[in-house]
């Protein structure tokens, strides 16, 4: 029998040091591990987020900037055409995604707390009788939206089956989608647009030559999430700080305040 060798004690102190490094490469980050600056990206989708508004950059845009700068990161703001954003967050050239809906951009990892509600409503010119009840009353419309966005459930499979059928739905990308489809309804290019209520009510207070709108019949209130990339390995630390945060009765107040500066 060949007897066991003890192994010579450089050997095992080699062995621990390269267990300790292994341990310490793969252990989870900490709060100190937190980026500095987090880029995220969005668009144009005013009172939510604005681009050209020096000091006043939206009302979702300034709450997580407070909440970010209490735990000493800087919120940088990229405005794109949302599927570029969408897709500069999933392949990891951004951070993440400042307002994000569930289902809109898989892959990320999203807040479980909302940053806020938003209303999705059918809107047509004054002198149209029109009314949304359900999807039933898109037939024989042509309905006009933003390309990628996430309007829920019964609304997107509606636009995915069509989003082909030009005599059905037209989709715009690119910037100041909210005006365009405006100008487009009034020039009666499309029938029915489709837009978050706070959005369209501010773009025409904010447009010279905005044109009147009729509310048509909306959806539910749906929440709506900031999205971080699942490439930086810091993410769901900084989520579950997110979530703590968001939750907050002071945070509550503090969008209340905010929210009633945008009217």
Known sequence: MIPLQTPPMNYVLLLSALLLTSVSVQAEPTPSDLPS???????EWCPYTCSNRAGAPGIVAEYLQHILQSEGIELDVMFLPWSRAVSAARSGQLDGLLTLVAGEAG???MTQTPT???????FTTPDSDWQFADITSLQGILLGAVKDYGYG????????SRRHDASHVLLLNGRQPEL??????????????LSDRNVAGW????????????????????????GLSPLRRWSKTLLEMLNKRLASPASHQLLRKIAAEYR
């Open 203 to 226: 773009t025409q207070r904010q447009s010279t030559d905005s044109t009147p709108l009729r509310n048509a019949g909306c959806e539910a209130e749906v929440p709506f999430f900031l």
């Open 180 to 193: 365009r489809l405006q100008k487009m309804l009034a020039s009666q290019r499309i029938q029915v647009y």
């Open 37 to 43: 600056t987090l880029t995220l990206g969005a668009t």
């Open 153 to 160: 459930g019964r609304i997107d499979s509606y636009i995915a």
């Open 116 to 122: 806020m509600f938003h209303q999705d409503c059918f």
């Open 107 to 109: 892959g990320l990892l």
